[in-house]
Protein backbone atom coordinates (compact mmCIF):
# COMPACT_ATOMS: atom_id res chain seq x y z
CA UNK A 1 0.00 0.00 0.00
CA UNK A 2 1.52 3.52 -1.12
CA UNK A 3 1.48 5.66 1.66
CA UNK A 4 1.50 8.86 -0.88
CA UNK A 5 0.66 8.99 -4.06
CA UNK A 6 1.11 11.22 -6.60
CA UNK A 7 -1.13 12.35 -9.67
CA UNK A 8 -2.08 14.76 -12.22
CA UNK A 9 1.11 15.49 -14.11
CA UNK A 10 1.79 15.96 -18.10
CA UNK A 11 2.91 17.64 -20.98
CA UNK A 12 1.67 21.32 -21.39
CA UNK A 13 3.31 24.23 -23.13
CA UNK A 14 4.84 27.69 -21.82
CA UNK A 15 2.71 29.49 -19.93
CA UNK A 16 0.80 26.39 -18.93
CA UNK A 17 -0.51 25.43 -15.76
CA UNK A 18 -1.19 22.05 -14.18
CA UNK A 19 -2.34 21.01 -10.67
CA UNK A 20 0.04 18.31 -8.53
CA UNK A 21 -2.64 15.89 -6.05
CA UNK A 22 -0.93 13.99 -3.40
CA UNK A 23 -3.46 11.07 -1.66
CA UNK A 24 -1.55 10.46 1.79
CA UNK A 25 -2.77 7.55 4.36
CA UNK A 26 -4.18 9.18 6.62
CA UNK A 27 -1.65 8.30 9.37
CA UNK A 28 1.01 9.63 7.45
CA UNK A 29 -1.21 13.33 6.52
CA UNK A 30 -1.95 14.12 10.10
CA UNK A 31 0.39 16.78 11.74
CA UNK A 32 2.98 16.33 8.77
CA UNK A 33 5.25 18.18 6.92
CA UNK A 34 4.10 17.49 3.88
CA UNK A 35 6.47 18.52 0.55
CA UNK A 36 6.37 18.68 -3.46
CA UNK A 37 9.73 18.28 -4.61
CA UNK A 38 11.49 18.01 -8.11
CA UNK A 39 14.26 16.32 -9.77
CA UNK A 40 15.23 17.55 -13.34
CA UNK A 41 18.11 15.28 -15.53
CA UNK A 42 21.49 15.78 -14.08
CA UNK A 43 19.97 17.97 -11.52
CA UNK A 44 19.76 18.04 -7.77
CA UNK A 45 16.48 16.98 -6.18
CA UNK A 46 14.81 20.32 -4.56
CA UNK A 47 12.27 21.57 -2.79
CA UNK A 48 9.75 23.72 -4.27
CA UNK A 49 7.00 23.95 -1.32
CA UNK A 50 5.67 22.38 1.46
CA UNK A 51 2.94 22.40 4.14
CA UNK A 52 2.85 21.89 7.76
CA UNK A 53 -0.86 19.87 7.55
CA UNK A 54 -1.66 20.68 10.99
CA UNK A 55 -1.25 24.25 10.95
CA UNK A 56 -1.48 24.67 7.77
CA UNK A 57 1.51 26.92 7.27
CA UNK A 58 2.60 26.73 3.90
CA UNK A 59 6.28 27.39 2.38
CA UNK A 60 7.27 27.60 -0.95
CA UNK A 61 10.80 28.20 -2.82
CA UNK A 62 11.59 31.52 -3.94
CA UNK A 63 12.18 30.83 -7.45
CA UNK A 64 8.54 29.69 -7.65
CA UNK A 65 6.34 32.28 -5.77
CA UNK A 66 3.93 33.61 -7.64
CA UNK A 67 4.09 30.93 -9.72
CA UNK A 68 3.54 27.69 -7.61
CA UNK A 69 1.38 27.62 -4.32
CA UNK A 70 0.52 24.57 -2.43
CA UNK A 71 -2.30 23.89 -0.25
CA UNK A 72 -4.71 20.70 1.32
CA UNK A 73 -7.70 19.36 2.01
CA UNK A 74 -8.22 17.60 4.85
CA UNK A 75 -11.53 15.34 4.18
CA UNK A 76 -9.45 13.99 1.24
CA UNK A 77 -5.94 13.56 3.09
CA UNK A 78 -4.97 15.14 -0.11
CA UNK A 79 -2.02 17.93 -0.40
CA UNK A 80 -1.80 20.05 -4.32
CA UNK A 81 0.64 21.90 -5.75
CA UNK A 82 -1.12 24.54 -8.37
CA UNK A 83 1.66 25.44 -10.64
CA UNK A 84 0.94 27.97 -13.47
CA UNK A 85 2.88 30.11 -15.55
CA UNK A 86 4.95 27.26 -16.69
CA UNK A 87 8.38 27.30 -18.26
CA UNK A 88 10.47 24.50 -19.76
CA UNK A 89 12.84 24.61 -16.60
CA UNK A 90 9.88 23.69 -14.44
CA UNK A 91 10.36 19.91 -16.63
CA UNK A 92 11.02 17.60 -13.69
CA UNK A 93 9.82 14.43 -12.04
CA UNK A 94 7.61 15.64 -8.99
CA UNK A 95 7.39 13.89 -5.91
CA UNK A 96 5.19 14.37 -3.04
CA UNK A 97 7.18 13.47 0.27
CA UNK A 98 6.47 13.70 4.09
CA UNK A 99 8.95 14.54 6.65
CA UNK A 100 7.08 12.25 9.51
CA UNK A 101 6.90 15.18 11.64
CA UNK A 102 5.63 18.95 11.35
CA UNK A 103 7.68 21.69 9.65
CA UNK A 104 10.60 22.92 11.55
CA UNK A 105 12.18 26.08 9.98
CA UNK A 106 13.80 25.62 6.46
CA UNK A 107 14.02 22.04 6.84
CA UNK A 108 11.88 21.81 4.24
CA UNK A 109 13.95 22.63 1.61
CA UNK A 110 16.34 19.68 1.87
CA UNK A 111 15.51 16.29 0.47
CA UNK A 112 17.35 14.36 3.05
CA UNK A 113 14.64 15.63 5.50
CA UNK A 114 11.79 13.66 3.98
CA UNK A 115 10.87 10.18 4.65
CA UNK A 116 8.05 9.26 3.18
CA UNK A 117 8.41 9.72 -0.61
CA UNK A 118 5.68 9.13 -3.80
CA UNK A 119 6.92 7.13 -6.76
CA UNK A 120 6.64 10.71 -8.65
CA UNK A 121 4.71 12.45 -11.48
CA UNK A 122 6.41 13.81 -14.76
CA UNK A 123 5.66 17.44 -15.55
CA UNK A 124 6.91 18.54 -19.03
CA UNK A 125 7.12 22.04 -20.04
CA UNK A 126 7.35 22.70 -23.92
CA UNK A 127 8.70 25.78 -25.51
Known amino acids: QKLLAESGGGSVQTGGSLRLSCAID????????VGWLRQAPGKEREAVAA????????YVRDSVKGRFTISQENAKNTVYLQMNSLKPDDTAMYYCAAVGNYCVGRAWEFAREYNYWGQGTQVTVSS
Open 51 to 58: VSTGAGTT
Open 26 to 33: PAVYLNNC
